[in-house]
C-alpha cells in the first residue's frame, strides 16, 4: 500500500461455478482474510467469460480483471477452460494495443479443494494492481463500441 | 418493479462483520429502492416460513437473498420461491458469508464489499426472466452393449425388473471372453458349468421374453438423450435362423468348404458353416460369408439341404439390415481384450513356436479347444518346462503404464492346472510384480510357491529377458543372461479395451482415459456412470477387471437405470440452456464447433443453429462464441451479466 499512496485497487473476479467459485467458498471456510478488492461474478464455466465483459468492467471503472476456471481437463463442460484460455491470449494481445497493462488481467486455476491458492492468487492479484496503480479511464470511443447484447466478434476466439 | 433484498444474519457469521442497518440505508439508492427485509437464519425450518410469507405478503417481482453461498442454498430458496407461488429463476443470490464477512477484517470494508456485491445483484435480479423447467415422460428400456459376464448380468437383471432390454453382441455367441476357458481362478471353478446357468436364463428363462438378443450385430448410431435415445443396430446376417435351428450340425457336416478356426486362434479347422466351437450359445452355426464355395460363383445348397428341420431353417440370400430401438439408457459393457505381445521385442510371440499368449493358452487348456484340453508342444509332446512370463506389457512406460491386476492370478490358475495335467513339468514364473489381492487369491499363489517344481523368478525390466531357441531346436528364455529351458513359452500381456472401443467412443461421444478405456463420471462416486449422462459402464470395458467384479458393475449399471427411469416418470429439465435468436443467427456455426455436448444441430433450409435444450448443459461456451451474439444464455444473459458489472463497479 505504500508504494502506491493507499491506492485501493477495484477489481472483478469471474469465478466458475464448480471449481473455482468453490474454491473461493473453500478458502471462505478456512476464515483467513484476503483483501477485500474482488468482486465476484459468478459464472456456470470459464468459457462463458467474454472478453467484452473485461473490456467492459474496465471501461466501467474496474482496474483489473480475474478470470479463475477449472483446471485443464477438470472442466465441468469438458473443455470450456481451453477456450477461455484462448480468449485470454488473445485479450492480451488487444490490451497491449490499447496500452494497457497485461498484469491487470489474468487467468489462473483454482481447484475447488485449492482454498489456500485461491487466498493466494487474490493476494498475488491485488498486489500486482496496486503497484501498477489507477487504470486511465479508456478512450471515450472505445467504451461506445461496448453494447451490452453483442460480443466482441475481434477477441471472441471459438 | 418490486425488489426484495432478504440479508441474512446467519447468527453472528454475517452480522458480526456486514451492518444490515448499513445495507438499509444504502439500498435506498439502488434502482426500484428495494425493501430489505432482515432475517437470522433463513436457511432454518423457521427463516424458511418467515422467508415464504413475507414473499407472500409483500409480493415482490424480483428477490435477491444476500446470506451463504448459492451452491448451499440456493436450491432451498429457490424450493421456497415455488412455494410462495414465484419462478424460482426470479431469485439472485449474493455469497456474503463465505465471500466477505469470513475472509474481511474489517468490518467497515466488509460492509461496503458486500452492498457492492448487492447492488450488482439488485442490478442482475432486474433483468431476470421466468424460466420454465420442460418435463418429458422417459423410457425404461435399456440398450446393452456386449453379451459378456457384465452385459449379461445386466440385461437379465434389468428384464427381471420387467423392463425390455436390447442386447446387442458383436459375435455369433454370448459369454465374451470367459466362454473361451475352461476353469476359473480364485476357485478353479469350472467356466461352462457357471455361466451356462447364467446363458440359459438369458435365452430361455422367465425373463428372456423382455430381452431381445441380437448376435453379430453393432450399434452404428444413436440420437437422444437420457430416457429418450434412439439407436440404430446393424445386424449382419447369420444365414441361419435362430428361432428355428435346432442346433443338431448336419448342416456343417454336409458343407465342403473349410478354413481355419479363428476362435481357437486358427488352431483348428471349421467348416464355411459351423459352430464357433462345441456347446456354443446360442447354440446354431452361422456362415462366414468369404468361405462358402457360393462366394466363389458355385451353386452350393449342401447345408441347406442337409438341415432337417426345412427349407427355411438357413437362408443364404439372408443380408445386413438396420433395425432402430427406442431406449432410455445404454449400458457399454464391450469387455477387454489382450495387448498383442508381438509389440514387446524379445517375446517371440507370432515368430517363434510354441510361444502363446493366455488366451491362446486357455484355448488349449480347453475341452472344446484345438488340442481338446492336451497341453502339447506343436510337435504334439508334453513340455518338461513351462515358462510363463507376467506383466508383458503391463507396468511398463513404454507399453501400458497400469497393473492389469487379473494377470497373476490367472497364471497361477495356469500353474495349477499344467501341475494337474503334467505333475513332472518344470513351471517357471517370470514377474515384475505380483498382485494376488483380495480374500480370495492367495489359495492358487500359495499352491504354486510350495509346489516343488515351480520356481518364481523376479525380473526388472521386460528388457531383460528373452526367448529364443537353441541350437538343440529347443526355446529358452534368458533372465538378466541366465538361460532356463522352456519348451513352451506363455505370455501373461496387459489387458486392453477390446477393439472397437474407440469408434464406440466417438459415436456416443463418451470419453475414454488416456489407457482407452471408457472414462467413468467420477472413479470413486460414480464409477457406473461414463461422461456421458444416461450412458452407463459396467466390466472390463472400464479397466482391468475379474469376473467378480465385472459381474457386480453389471449390476451397478442396472442400478442406474432402475432409479432414475421407473415407467412414466417425468424428468425435469434445468432450463439454464442456450437459446438461438434465429432472426439474428447469420449461420456460420462456430456454436455448433465449440459446443461440447453436440446440442446444436444446423437447420439448413433455415440456415440457421438450433440447440436442443434437452442436450444443452448451460455452460455457455456457445453463447460467447457467437459473434453476431446471436444466442442467449438464459439466467446468464449478455446483459444481466453486463448489469452485475455495472452495479458492482458504482
Ligand atoms: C487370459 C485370461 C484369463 C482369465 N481368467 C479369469 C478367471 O479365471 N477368473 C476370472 O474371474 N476372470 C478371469 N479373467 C478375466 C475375465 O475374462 C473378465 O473379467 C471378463 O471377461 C470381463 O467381462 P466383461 O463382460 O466385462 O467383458 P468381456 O468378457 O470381454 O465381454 C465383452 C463382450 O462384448 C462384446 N463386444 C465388444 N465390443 C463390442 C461392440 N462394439 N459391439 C457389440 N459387442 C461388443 C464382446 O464380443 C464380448 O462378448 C481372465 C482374463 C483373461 C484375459
Ligand atoms: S466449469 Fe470451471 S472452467 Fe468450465
Known amino acids: ?158 | 418493479m418490486k425488489i426484495g433484498i432478504y440479508f441474512c444474519n446467519c447468527g453472528s457469521n454475517i452480522a458480526d462483520k456486514i451492518s444490515s442497518a448499513a445495507v438499509i440505508e444504502a439500498a435506498r439508492s439502488f434502482p426500484d429502492q428495494p425493501f430489505v427485509n432482515i432475517l437470522d437464519f433463513i436457511c432454518s425450518e423457521d427463516g424458511r416460513l418467515r422467508f415464504e410469507e413475507s414473499l407472500k405478503s409483500e409480493q415482490p417481482d424480483r428477490v435477491v437473498v444476500a446470506a451463504c453461498s448459492p451452491r448451499d442454498h440456493e436450491a432451498t430458496f429457490r424450493r421456497c420461491m415455488t412455494a410462495a407461488g414465484m419462478n424460482p429463476y426470479l431469485l439472485q443470490m449474493v455469497n456474503i458469508r463465505e465471500q466477505v464477512a469470513w475472509v474481511t477484517e474489517d468490518p467497515q470494508v466488509a460492509t461496503d464489499k458486500a452492498i457492492r456485491a448487492i447492488r450488482g445483484a439488485v442490478g442482475r435480479v432486474r433483468l431476470q426472466q421466468p424460466l420454465e423447467r420442460k418435463q418429458l415422460e422417459v423410457c425404461p428400456d435399456a440398450l446393452v452393449i456386449g453379451a459378456g459376464p457384465a452385459g449379461m448380468k445386466a440385461a437379465l437383471s434389468l428384464a427381471e425388473a420387467g423392463r425390455s432390454v436390447v442386447l446387442v453382441e458383436r459375435t455369433p455367441f454370448i459369454g465374451g471372453l470367459p466362454v473361451r476357458f475352461e476353469e476359473l481362478f480364485p476357485a478353479l471353478e469350472c467356466a461352462p458349468c457357471m455361466l451356462e446357468p447364467l446363458m440359459g436364463d438369458l435365452l430361455h428363462g422367465d425373463c428372456a421374453g423382455r430381452i431381445e438378443l441380437m448376435t453379430m450385430a453393432e450399434l452404428v448410431e444413436v440420437t437422444g438423450f437420457y430416457g429418450n435415445f434412439i439407436a440404430k443396430i446393424r445386424q449382419k446376417p447369420r444365414q441361419v435362423s435362430l428361432h428355428d435351428c435346432i442346433g443338431c450340425g448336419e448342416c456343417a457336416a454336409a458343407c465342403p468348404a473349410t478354413t481355419m478356426n479363428g476362435f481357437n486362434s486358427s488352431a483348428s479347422e471349421r467348416k464355411a458353416i459351423d459352430f464357433a466351437f462345441a456347446g456354443v450359445l446360442p447354440n446354431a452355426p452361422f456362415l462366414l460369408e468369404g468361405v462358402c464355395v457360393r462366394s466363389k460363383g458355385e451353386d452350393c445348397r449342401a447345408c441347406k439341404d442337409a438341415c432337417p428341420m426345412g427349407a427355411d431353417v438357413i437362408n443364404l440370400e439372408e443380408v445386413e439390415t438396420v433395425v432402430e430401438r427406442r431406449i432410455g439408457s445404454i449400458i457399454l459393457a464391450t469387455g477387454a481384450g489382450l495387448y498383442d505381445a508381438a509389440h514387446v521385442p524379445g517375446m517371440g510371440l507370432g515368430s517363434l513356436p510354441d510361444v502363446y499368449d493366455a488366451l491362446q493358452f486357455e484355448r488349449m487348456l480347453s475341452s472344446t479347444g484345438p488340442t481338446s484340453g492336451e497341453i502339447m508342444t506343436a510337435n504334439g509332446s508334453a513340455p518338461a518346462s513351462v515358462a510363463i512370463i507376467h506383466c508383458v506389457g503391463s507396468l511398463d512406460e513404454d507399453h501400458n503404464p497400469y497393473c492389469s491386476g487379473i494377470c497373476c492370478q490367472y497364471a497361477f490358475k495356469f500353474n495349477h492346472l499344467i501341475s494337474a495335467k503334467l505333475p513332472d513339468t518344470i513351471i517357471t514364473h517370470y514377474h515384475r510384480e505380483l498382485t494376488v489381492p483380495g480374500k480370495e487369491a492367495h489359495t492358487l499363489f500359495q499352491q504354486a510357491v510350495q509346489n516343488t517344481n515351480t520356481c518364481l523368478k523376479r525380473y526388472e525390466r521386460i528388457t531383460d529377458l528373452a526367448v529364443s531357441l537353441a541350437d538343440d531346436g529347443r526355446l529358452q528364455v534368458s533372465a538378466h543372461g541366465e538361460l532356463e529351458p522352456a519348451d513352451l513359452v506363455i505370455l501373461c500381456p496387459a489387458v486392453i479395451p477390446a477393439a472397437g472401443a474407440d469408434s464406440l467412443s466417438a459415436l456416443l461421444d463418451v470419453s475414454r482415459d488416456s489407457s482407452g478405456f471408457f472414462r467413468e463420471l467420477h472413479g470413486r462416486l460414480d464409477a457406473a456412470q461414463s461422461t456421458i449422462k444416461g450412458v452407463y459402464l459396467a466390466g472390463a470395458c472400464q479397466g482391468p477387471m475379474d469376473i467378480q467384479k465385472a459381474m457386480l458393475a453389471g449390476m451397478a449399471s442396472v442400478g442406474h437405470t432402475l432409479a432414475g427411469l421407473q415407467p412414466g416418470r417425468i424428468i425435469e429439465i434445468e432450463p439454464i440452456t442456450a437459446e438461438v435468436d434465429e432472426t439474428r443467427c447469420a449461420g456460420c456455426r462456430l456454436c455448433i464447433s465449440v459446443c461440447p455436448y453436440h446440442a446444436i444441430t444446423f437447420d439448413t433450409e433455415q440456415n440457421r443453429s438450433r440447440v436442443n435444450a434437452v442436450l444443452c448443459h448451460g455452460c455457455g461456451t456457445c453463447v460467447t462464441a457467437c459473434p453476431a451474439g446471436a444466442i442467449n444464455g438464459h439466467h446468464f444473459t449478455n446483459a444481466q451479466i453486463m448489469a452485475e458489472i455495472e452495479g458492482v463497479l458504482k
Open chain 1, 1 to 158: 500500500m505504500t508504494e502506491s499512496n493507499g491506492f485501493e485497487p477495484k477489481i472483478i473476479g469471474f469465478f466458475c461455478n464448480w471449481c473455482s467459485y468453490a474454491g473461493a467458498d473453500k478458502a471462505g471456510g478456512m476464515q483467513q482474510a484476503y483483501p477485500p478488492n474482488v468482486q465476484v461474478i459468478r459464472v456456470m464455466c470459464s468459457g462463458r467469460v467474454d472478453p467484452q465483459f473485461i473490456l467492459s468492467a474496465l471501461v466501467k471503472g474496474a482496474d483489473g480483471v480475474i478470470v479463475l476456471a477449472c483446471h485443464p481437463g477438470d472442466c465441468h463442460y469438458k473443455e470450456g477452460n481451453c477456450r477461455a484460455l484462448q480468449r485470454h491470449r488473445l485479450l492480451l494481445l488487444m490490451l497491449e494495443q490499447l496500452g494497457i497493462e497485461k498484469e491487470r488481467c489474468r487467468l489462473d486455476y483454482v481447484s475447488a479443494g485449492e482454498g489456500e491458492k485461491f487466498n493466494r492468487v487474490i493476494h498475488e492479484m491485488v498486489a500486482a494492481v496496486r503497484t501498477l496503480g489507477p487504470l486511465m479511464p479508456l478512450p471515450e470511443h472505445d467504451s461506445h463500441t461496448i453494447r451490452s447484447d453483442a460480443p466482441m466478434s475481434s477477441v471472441a476466439a471459438p
